[in-house]
């Protein structure tokens, strides 16, 4: 059992408290869902419970956390590990290994248990989580629900009697989604309890017993999953919450005809690995001005390999990429396309919020301040406008980086995953900001598992399947 008792904190350096008075209470065995706008306090909880706070993130910290009567503070985070395992929002921050096999392993490795267990539960959890595909691979080659996979293999090979999972379902498409609601079935059939970060609710359904709602650090509401299962779809949103039933992806058909150069086309394509890998068959697809086109596909397609080789990243293995009809060298698309990586951390250099966007209209003589304003309240970052960008919250970070897309003067922009950790209100926001960009004439592809994104903004929808399929 679990129970957080007046909890408030606030961490080295901060000005704000992050947790204020938060009390809650988990009993054995309960799945509970903590879910609330990004910046709300959700991932503070859940290294409250995992004991990283206050041993590892420092801070002020009062009130008491108490797993099973022990106070986790007066104990070392070695002494509670058997109990405890954590998934984060960014799987690459808890890797320690080059391939899938040695991560999964490593944690056993650490508890130093005997070879032949280790080998009977590293087959168990292929087994179990069927992921025989990913054995043996590197891991900085996996996709970014792979990665997250791995990370929850590495646990689930632990065996834990606590998991606590944050955003675990960010980085993944609706099958492997399914597979996760599979997986948090299977471990809370065996009396396990979950603890789970999320603003996707949908695949929690039918799992969790309750639903905590967070607001600036405050415990706001909680409900059974009874309760709310009634609430009105419009009640969801009000409470800038995302909907409890999934989202289908439903345009209508229809064939595209345009009298007029497309911005960026694909002919006879095919894109892959530095080695020459390829992961997709040949692709051939145009783009116009002003569109909006949602990229979808499975985990591993080649969705993210192929943004990387439209804006020049990475070469393609064969075939061509024409900018308004004319062929452009890879290196020079980096002027033409921008794009906005699923893992943020990757493109935030600078020390404030603020810096981070002014990079944006470095190109311009004389930079419109007023432009970097606008981007930061459409985006609810004024207040984080001093704060550095990897103080923030995952959501926060993602804002980031769609404001500095926002304000660079390309013509394609891209985007991997720009909703991965929003909440419904922040979706919201960034699928205006993308419409504008659209109506000013931007060319914006989006790849993205967010179904409820997608249908509120995309005019059409591309599914790789090895080949453009649709």
């Known amino acids: 059992m679990i129970n957080i ?5 606030r961490y080295a350096g901060s000005n704000t408290e992050n947790l204020t008075n938060f009390t809650l209470r988990i009993e054995k065995g309960e799945c509970v869902v903590l879910t609330g706008e990004s910046g709300c306090g959700k991932t503070c909880v859940t290294r409250l419970i995992n004991t990283l706070i206050p041993h590892f993130y420092e801070g002020e910290l009062t009130g008491e956390v108490t797993i099973d009567g022990v106070n986790t503070a007066s104990v070392q985070p ?13 799987p690459r921050s808890q890797f320690f290994s080059l391939d899938t096999d040695s991560e999964i392993v490593f944690g056993m490795e650490n508890k130093g248990l005997p070879y032949p267990q280790m080998v009977q539960r590293y087959e168990a959890t292929i087994r179990e989580l069927h992921i025989e595909k990913l054995k043996n691979r590197e891991l900085f080659e996996l996709s970014g629900g792979q990665k997250q996979t791995i990370a929850f293999a590495s646990v689930y090979a632990l065996n834990p009697d606590i998991f606590v999972l944050d955003e675990p379902s960010s980085n993944l498409d ?3 989604i399914e597979e996760l609601r599979r997986l948090c079935l299977l471990i809370k059939e065996m009396g396990k309890t979950i603890i789970v970060s999320e603003h996707r609710l949908y695949f929690l359904n039918g799992i969790a017993d309750k639903i905590v709602l967070m607001k600036h650090g405050m415990l706001e509401r909680v409900w059974t999953a009874e309760e709310f299962k009634k609430i009105p779809k419009e009640e969801y949103q009000k409470l800038g919450l995302r909907s409890y039933f999934p989202t289908c992806l439903n345009l209508p058909e229809g064939n595209l005809v345009k009298n007029e150069i497309p911005v960026i086309s694909a002919k006879h394509l095919l894109v892959g690995y530095e080695k020459g890998v390829a992961v997709t068959r040949e692709i051939n697809f145009s783009a116009y001005r002003g569109e909006i086109i949602g990229i979808v596909g499975k985990n591993g397609c080649g969705k993210t390999t192929l943004a990387r080789t439209i804006c020049g990243l990475q070469r393609e293995i064969q075939g061509e990429i024409l900018y308004n ?5 890879t290196k020079q698309r980096m002027k033409k396309a921008y794009l906005v990586m699923q893992d943020p951390d990757y493109q935030l250099f600078t020390d404030s919020v603020y810096q981070e966007l002014s990079l944006a209209l470095l190109a311009q003589k004389t930079p419109d301040e007023q432009q970097i304003i606008n981007i930061m309240e459409k985006l609810n970052l004024t207040e984080y406008k001093d704060h550095h960008p990897m103080s923030l919250s995952g959501g926060q970070k993602q804002r980031t980086a769609i404001g500095v897309a926002a304000l660079r003067d390309c013509d394609v922009l891209l985007f991997d995953e720009p909703t991965s950790g929003l909440d419904y209100k922040n979706m919201e926001s960034v699928a205006e900001i993308l419409q504008k960009l659209s109506k000013e004439g931007k060319t914006i592809l989006v790849i993205s598992h967010d179904n409820e994104l997608l249908m509120k903004i995309c005019s059409r929808i591309i599914r790789i399947n090895g080949v453009i399929s649709s």
């Open 174 to 176: 609706p099958e492997a």
């Open 325 to 329: 009809g004319e062929k452009v060298p």
């Open 5 to 9: 008792n007046s909890v408030s904190f």
């Open 78 to 90: 070695h002494e509670i590990a058997d109990k405890i395992g954590s998934v984060f929002q960014n």
